[in-house]
């Protein structure tokens, strides 16, 4: 019994971290998950409404998340570089990510150069995509990134030479194996393409998950009380799996009216305790918190490197701002101020942001952090931007900050 419920937890935290699972990227995790792969899968359907499939012979298990509609309090996640800092993937990078893995479905086996042609060849045709031009060495290393994540993912394999090699010429020699099935499986989507009309389907109509009713303003006759209170707990759970912090603030009414009820209260206590969290219940809302050693999530904070160094020192300053009551929110023009005096009083620290405008850069990155893990907010407007910090910021303080590669 107690083997079965840490295999659950292993395997909850282990599609968490990666919905994408493979045996060649964690074994053991893919085993666990595996072994319990029933009731992981009916684990994922009852709680969160996400399907997840398991291919032991093919070594991998795919959660197709969704996301809760109007979940946008924290930013979205984009798809990250293997390459440098993981720098995210910019507009270019998605456009030849999404075509690469379209060629590769119907290519076993290719050549990087032949693989850039075809994508090259279907810039020409598609309107409204920037021709492919393999000369351009940017292009090149945005295709180079693109066929990095599909390495990482375990959709293509180089069987020969090394992708990154033709960032240096278009005439690099990489042979690959594509794998068709776990292409296939990168959309996390509810609806399939081949069911969805038209040659260019639009995003709502893969997105529409028929379980709930016809939730759209137009709907004839909306989703029935069974179907709402459904939606109310799948769309709770999966903003608690997949934010750091739900603020009862963000939530809509009938997600609230479910949270404050006992069976839906009961129900959270459930889940959090099954996944091997810790359900942190304040006036504010609601948090996860996670006791392992070994975390089911792909980002962490506290954490290490510059950014999230100055993250943390900035979060300082903004809880100190709103304890004080000097001001709700902190410019963006003192947090740079405040990084440039940490840079100059530590001259052998950060030194990829010591150019003209790295403290900027530096600053608006750390504060990025603190508002994509739901402890600071940003408040824009044509001129000027401003930072407030959060109720779960008060989480966190500053006693003896410590620099990582400072000398």
């Known amino acids: 019994m107690v083997e079965t419920r840490d295999d659950m937890k292993d395997g909850i935290r282990a599609l968490l971290t990666r919905p994408l699972l493979t045996r060649e990227a964690d074994e053991a995790a893919f085993v666990a998950v595996r072994r319990r792969r029933e009731e992981l899968v009916a684990w994922f359907d009852y709680f969160c409404g996400w399907a997840l499939t398991v291919e032991p012979r093919q070594g991998y298990a795919r959660l197709a998340k969704v996301r809760a ?17 993981g720098a995210p993937f910019d507009r270019r990078r998605y456009t030849l990510f999404f075509l690469a893995a379209a060629e590769l479905t119907v290519l076993n086996r290719t050549t990087i150069g032949l693989l850039a042609r075809r994508v090259a060849h279907t810039c020409a045709l ?10 351009v060495r940017a292009e090149r290393s ?26 240096a010429g278009d005439d690099a020699l990489v042979l690959y194996r594509a794998d068709t099935a776990r292409i296939a499986r990168l959309l996390s989507a509810p609806v399939p393409l081949s069911r969805v009309a ?9 997105l529409e998950e028929e379980r709930y009713g016809d939730r759209s303003e137009t709907a004839e006759t909306g989703p029935s009380r069974n179907q709402e209170l459904l939606w109310a707990r799948h769309s709770l759970m999966r903003r608690l799996l997949d934010d750091p912090v739900v603020y ?13 009820s ?30 392992s050693a070994t975390p089911a999530t ?39 101020a405040e990084v440039e005096a940490l840079l100059e009083q530590r001259p052998s620290w950060a030194r990829s942001f010591r150019s003209e405008g790295g403290a900027e850069r530096l600053a608006r990155e750390a504060a990025a952090v ?3 893990h739901g402890l600071a907010a940003a408040d824009h407007d044509r001129t000027t931007a401003a930072y407030r910090a959060l109720p779960a910021a008060h989480r966190y303080t500053v006693d003896r900050p410590a620099f990582e590669g400072e000398s």
Do not use: M, W
């Open 142 to 167: 945005a295709l180079v990134d693109a066929l990095l994540l599909l390495e990482r993912l375990g959709a293509l394999t180089a069987l020969d030479g090394n992708t990154e090699s033709y960032v």
């Open 198 to 206: 038209g040659a260019r389907p639009d995003l709502p109509a893969v």
């Open 370 to 372: 603190l508002v994509g």
């Open 69 to 85: 509609p109007g979940s946008h309090a924290c930013p979205p996640r984009p798809a990250r570089r293997v390459r440098g800092a």
């Open 298 to 336: 792909d980002d962490r904070f506290p954490g290490e490197g510059h950014v999230k160094q100055t993250a943390l020192l900035l979060l300082d300053l903004l809880t100190e701002s709103a304890a004080t009551g000097s001001s709700a929110t902190v410019p963006l023009g003192r947090l740079v």
């Open 262 to 291: 006992l069976t839906g209260r009961s129900l959270l206590r459930r889940a959090a305790e099954e996944a091997g969290f810790q359900l942190e219940e304040r006036a504010e809302g609601y948090l996860l918190a996670d006791p």
């Open 126 to 135: 598609e309107e409204g995509i920037a021709d492919f031009d393999s000369s």
């Open 248 to 260: 009862f603030a963000d939530l809509t009414a009938a997600e609230a009216e479910y949270a404050a």
